[in-house]
């Protein structure tokens, strides 16, 4: 692979990381408790003999068998399963908002790598330039036109140059290191370079529309609605058990000498007469649903927030690139350029000249710095939406 993508990033984060796996099995989990709430107990067997009769020629021996079942009152078995399911559709959706949030790590990682590799590259241009600047100045030094400071000046420029460069490598090892971590990767692992031109994204809808997309797209606001509703199957569960359950049984019971008593049929139901704990449970599942109902209202409020701070961000994020590729970063190269040819020229100091080149350098670092912040901050605003609202070409 001759270049990184963010896409190629999100991929193998997505397939690797183990949070994902962690998650899933417990989803997984969770999914195959359904079955056994949903079922009804075993049935019963029962059996019994006379053991005195056993080898007696005076009593007649017998036996009895019993077989029952226990049936719970209808609706109870489906109200446990409507919660397991609401409970592992939660559980679903918190993959998704990990998903969303590994996601938004790697396109923040992967932007951090994209800026250490522009820092880089023109680190290294920023070195001709003074290199070019030292070499005027010698030769104006040697015809004595200027004082020695002036090669001195660019040699200490030169030096600051190579000590940001230090920095930019530290820096870069560091990212290196957390996008491998990211994938699973031993951290030395080396990667390909990035792009070296990165596009703007698309006009984004406006902030009333991506709020609106949020609240129907976050999984952690989806996942509170799944348990809100594992909490009113539980309230109706609750209001099910004043009802008793039944247990039903056939036996046949050989000591009976009548023989028409001994095929015998019976039910055994359990009577909820103590209502205490019963209110109580009643209590406990409507105080978790305004629990979890009061949760929802606040991280709906949370998420309008979330939405409009982060389309702020972008929008003054894109327009701060615009304004460097359209007026910042043209002036300043004119005035680096004008500064050369002055300073040849003999009309300016060298000192003039180093800060105009300078001022270069700054600028062209932090224009790259405020594309990397767009793109961090369109993944930040794909994360609070619910999900991307558009990609880089």
């Known amino acids: 692979m001759k270049e990184l993508t963010a896409d190629f990033l999100i991929e193998q ?41 056993l080898g007696s020629n005076n009593v007649n021996g017998g036996f009895m068998l019993e077989i029952s079942q226990k049936l719970p009152f209808p609706g109870k078995r489906k109200l446990r399963g409507d919660g397991v399911q609401a409970e592992a559709n939660a559980a679903g959706l918190d993959i998704e908002d990990m998903r969303l949030q590994l996601i938004e790590a790697s396109q923040t990682a992967f932007y951090d790598y994209y800026l250490v590799a522009r820092a880089m590259e023109w680190n290294d241009e920023s070195l001709k330039l003074l ?33 940001r460069r230090l920095g930019l490598e530290e820096m870069g090892q560091i990212t290196i290191a957390r996008i491998n971590t990211l994938m699973h990767f031993p951290p030395d692992n080396p990667l390909p370079l990035p792009p070296r031109d990165i596009k703007l994204l698309e006009t984004i809808p406006l902030a009333q529309e991506l709020r609106s ?27 099910k ?15 009976w000498q009548e023989k028409e008593l001994r ?29 979890r109902q009061a949760e929802l209202d606040r991280q709906t409020v949370q998420v309008h927030f979330q939405v409009q701070e982060a389309y702020e961000k972008v929008i003054k ?23 050369r040819s ?17 001022n270069l350098v700054n600028l062209r670092d932090r224009y790259y ?20 609202i558009g990609r880089p070409e």
């Not at 994020?317 to 004008?338: D, F, G, H, Q, W």
């Not at 002055?342 to 300078?358: D, F, L, M």
């Not at 710095?369 to 991307?388: C, S």
């Open 342 to 358: 002055s300073y040849v020229a003999g009309k300016i100091a060298a000192v003039s000249r180093i800060e105009a080149e300078r």
């Open 213 to 239: 997309m949020a609240l129907s797209r976050r999984p952690e606001l989806q996942a509170l609605t799944n348990r809100i509703a594992v909490e009113q199957a539980g309230l109706a569960l609750a209001k």
């Open 263 to 291: 095929a015998q049929l019976g039910m055994r139901i359990n009577l909820p007469v103590y209502k205490a704990k019963r209110i109580g449970a009643i209590a406990e599942a409507q105080a978790k649903i305004a629990q």
């Open 131 to 163: 290199q070019r600047a030292k070499q005027d100045a010698s030769i104006r030094y040697e015809a004595g036109k200027v004082e020695q400071q002036d090669v001195l000046q660019a040699d200490v420029e030169i030096g600051r140059e190579r000590e």
């Open 13 to 53: 984060v997505l397939a690797r990381n183990p949070s994902l796996a962690q998650m899933t099995a417990a989803w997984q989990a969770v999914s195959a408790r359904y079955p056994q709430v949903t079922s009804i107990d075993d049935p019963m067997l029962m059996g019994r003999i006379g053991p005195g009769a």
């Open 317 to 339: 994020a894109e327009k701060s690139v615009r304004l460097y590729e359209t007026t910042i970063l043209p002036a300043a190269e004119l005035n680096a350029k004008a500064a």
């Open 369 to 388: 710095e405020a594309i990397a912040d767009y793109f961090r901050r369109r993944a930040t605003l794909d994360r609070v939406v619910g999900g991307p």
């Open 241 to 255: 058990e004043v009802f008793p359950d039944v247990e039903v049984m056939a036996g046949y019971d050989s000591f």
